[in-house]
């Protein structure tokens, strides 16, 4: 027999011999009070999507298919109302001015905010400056669009008396056919675009220094690894930052509504101005719902197509 003797790890105590630890168990209804604390944090921001969004896009898709106004009760009257949509040359010509302008918006905003992006990433360290981007986005939209619109304003705008002070014609940026929409664009690229830039931002902090590194060391250049790299790994958050874009830009009104309304000749007059005239300008609060529908549908489509190009669900990294 060996005088050799184990030692016991400190601070461990072995169980008794023939008793097992008990488990200890956590307390009846504990899972269901904490169910109930969910469930209360969560009521308000549930009532209010029933109560705000919800209830209003059911009765919406209602009234579509009725003829009504605020002076009598609706009549449902089938698929008229979309019968008449395609015939209508007003909403025609409101699909075409609105995807003018989502184009354009997006086309600029996209890439500026890129651009601040890396920027910001890559020169500005300066938690100031990098806020002060965001600074437009933080301004009322009917602010910023009233600023705008006296700033360039035809007659007293002190952007035009620059203009005509070089010696140059003075240019209806509001006020002519071809100027309007632009202009109401590059408005909203201004106040969004620090927005936009800030998710690109957050999107380029998820990009590993290594991946970097390992194509400097094969030779590739900041040009190169910005389009091979910076720009793939980049694909889901673009993917989310497109939808928002659009999906936004479909529904400009304020900036419409406060400066062109829908002026000059129709040339500015978007989808939501043109919902916005059909029901309360007009009281055809049953042809404006079915309108709210085609451009539901729309949006639906659209986002889903991005998406879907975009391989929103995937990424390099993985």
């Known amino acids: 027999m060996t005088s050799e003797s184990v030692e016991m ?16 168990k956590s307390r009846p209804g504990s899972g269901r009070s904490e169910l109930g604390m969910a469930l ?54 409101a699909l075409v001015v609105t995807t003018e302008y ?16 890396v920027l910001m990433q890559r020169l500005i360290k300066s938690t ?6 965001l ?55 201004w106040r969004h675009m620090g927005y936009t830039a800030l ?14 590194e390992a194509a400097a060391i094969d030779g590739s250049t ?4 910005f389009w091979r790299i910076t720009m793939p790994l980049l694909r889901p958050i673009l993917a989310l930052v497109l939808v928002i874009t659009v999906t936004g830009s479909f529904q400009v009104f304020d900036t419409v509504a406060v400066t062109t309304r829908g002026g000059p000749v129709n040339a500015s007059r978007v989808m939501q101005y043109y919902i916005y005239q059909k029901g309360f300008a007009e009281g055809q609060f049953g042809y404006a719902c079915a ?19 975009l391989n929103a669900d995937q990424s390099d990294l993985a």
């Open 291 to 309: 309108l709210s529908v085609i451009l539901f549908i729309i949006l639906i489509s659209v986002a889903l197509i991005q998406l879907k190009l």
């Open 40 to 93: 209360l944090f969560i009521a308000p921001a549930a009532i209010g999507f029933l109560v705000f969004y919800l209830y209003p896009t059911i009765r919406g898709f209602y009234f579509a298919f009725t003829r009504y106004n605020l002076l009598g009760s609706p009549r449902f009257i089938g698929f008229d109302n979309f019968t008449k949509i395609a015939q209508d040359k007003l909403f025609w010509n």
């Open 135 to 189: 600074l437009p986005f933080l301004i009322s939209n009917v602010i910023a669009a009233l600023v705008w619109f006296w700033l360039l304003d035809y007659q007293i705008g002190i952007v035009n008396e620059f203009i005509s002070w070089t010696g140059l014609n003075r240019i209806p940026f509001f006020g002519g056919e071809n100027w309007a929409i632009p202009t109401i664009a590059a408005v909203n690229i």
């Open 9 to 24: 790890p400190v601070g461990t105590i072995s169980p008794p011999a023939g008793r097992t630890p008990k488990l200890k």
């Open 222 to 225: 900041e040009w190169h690894s």
């Open 128 to 133: 100031v400056i990098r806020g002060t981007i």
């Open 199 to 212: 998710l690109v931002f957050a999107g380029l902090q998820m990009i590993p220094d290594y991946v970097y």
């Open 102 to 117: 989502v184009v354009l918006n997006i086309v600029f905003q996209t890439i500026i905010a890129i651009g601040l992006a």
